[in-house]
């Protein structure tokens, strides 16, 4: 079958190099691609978010079915504009995809029905979220309503901190009109864990636990990122908990969008928090998290076209869905000034040197003799297995080893709380 995947990063890379594997997949497209993507599938030069061009495209080149990754498109209503051109996809349809689209709609949600989050409120008006700040006091969480790439959430140890998040949010339109509605919300305490799953509008089938980190620096310090590495499984999810979040969470869920009218098939992401009162909801996403699903899909043993068809068939309770033992672990390298600003074009050597772990390829390009370069803030996600986390953790940094350009940074502590305890 050809088979379309909508995006171009490191999550993308994974998800191709997975399908790439099915025999069914006969012809491999990726649109727009990155360089590495390319020695995968073939790269088509349309933006993510041109609902209009990739629909076209899919169906001017008879694509049997169209994968979408990133959270734009879905918030778009892409996966909509394929099926009403008769093509099969992958994914949220705009009004499912809204649980990540609106932080406020999915707090809305999770009070409705009684799924355990954060205490919280939302703010359409600035003087009342700055008054509220006051009232609650710190440390406190401020969240951009809308989608921000994964950088609109501020944890805030001080009221001022709080208050200038807002501000640059309400005021200074730090993230556009994803931050002209806000949301404030308690903060909880506790080890975060992510469990994404796989959906089919009726049942959830739960991946495995994987952790991520979020910080730009060592000892989670500096700006929130993208995701500067994470690992699977976390040794804090364990069976007893897993049943806990299957119960109050997962399942509470996906009944809820289905009453909404809003059944969602494709990948739901649950970031939770493990409080001493339970788990609780963080947040919502509508799609697979980067870059956990790097370490994810390399321990996965199923064939993912199967998944994929699963899920937007509604069979998902029919297929059994198998995971490598041992860990894995995706270490991100970035470039220097990432996530603020940062330079692009730099040379990459050492990628033909890593031996025992795989390459994603994240934010590159090439360059005009055909030599890799950097084309983005993180850049690749060097993934590596082991029989235990340390030994995932220890494979994934000497793969990276060899690795080199101008400015190159990454943090020298993935995995590492969970292995030193």
């Known amino acids: ?9 490191g999550r993308e890379h994974a998800i191709c190099w997975k399908l790439a594997q099915s025999p069914k997949v006969t012809e491999l497209y990726c649109a727009p691609g990155n ?8 790269c088509v030069p349309i933006g993510a978010t041109d609902v209009d061009a990739m629909v076209q495209w899919a169906k001017d080149n008879s694509m049997d079915f169209v994968m979408v990754a990133p959270d734009d498109p879905l918030a778009l209503g892409m996966v909509d504009a394929l099926e009403a051109e008769g093509i099969r996809a992958f994914g949220p349809r705009k009004n499912a995809a809204i649980i990540e689209a609106s932080k406020a709609f999915s707090k809305e949600l999770m009070k409705k029905y009684h799924i355990p989050t954060a205490a919280y409120q939302t703010f359409t008006d600035q003087e009342s979220a700055l008054a509220y700040i006051d009232q609650q006091g710190a440390p406190i969480v401020v969240k951009a309503d809308g989608l921000a790439l994964g950088k609109g959430v501020t944890v805030a140890a001080t009221v001022e901190e709080a208050k200038q998040a ?4 309400m005021e200074g339109g730090k993230f556009g009109a994803s931050g002209s509605t806000v949301v404030i919300e308690e903060c909880m305490t506790g080890p975060e864990v992510t469990v994404l799953a796989f959906a089919d509008g009726e049942h959830v089938v739960p991946m495995l636990s994987s952790q ?9 310090q500096g700006p929130n990122t993208g995701g500067m590495g994470a690992f699977t499984p976390s040794p804090n999810y364990t069976p007893e908990i897993a049943k806990t979040c299957m119960e109050q969470i997962f399942l509470p869920t996906m009944a809820a969008l289905k009453a909404e009218g809003r059944p969602f098939k494709g990948v739901i992401y649950f970031g939770l928090m493990l409080t ?3 788990p609780k909801v963080v947040e919502y996403n509508a799609r697979f998290g980067d870059p956990e699903t790097q370490a994810l899909l390399y321990q996965l043993d199923t064939d993912l076209f199967d998944i994929f068809n699963a899920c937007v068939d509604g069979t998902l309770d029919q297929l059994d869905i ?4 041992g860990a894995a672990c995706c270490l991100v390298l970035a470039s220097g000034g990432y996530p603020l600003s940062y330079e692009k074009g730099n040379v990459i050597s050492g990628l033909d040197q890593v031996k025992d772990a795989f390459v994603f390829h994240a ?3 090439f360059g005009a003799d055909g030599e890799y ?3 983005g803030g993180r850049v690749l996600g060097v993934t590596a297995r082991g029989a235990t986390l340390a030994e995932a953790v220890d494979n994934a940094y000497r793969g990276a080893k060899p690795i080199h350009w101008k400015d190159m940074h990454f943090r020298t502590d993935i995995g590492k709380v969970w292995i030193n305890g």
């Open 1 to 9: 079958m050809k088979v379309l995947v909508v995006g171009g990063g």
């Open 35 to 42: 360089a590495g993507i390319s020695s995968v599938a073939t």
């Open 166 to 169: 807002v501000k640059e949010m």
């Open 212 to 220: 991520d980190h979020k910080r730009a620096y060592d000892g989670n």
């Open 276 to 278: 001493p009162k339970g």
């Open 322 to 325: 198998q995971w490598k033992d």
């Open 363 to 365: 934010g590159t390009k």
């Open 373 to 375: 370069l950097t084309n």
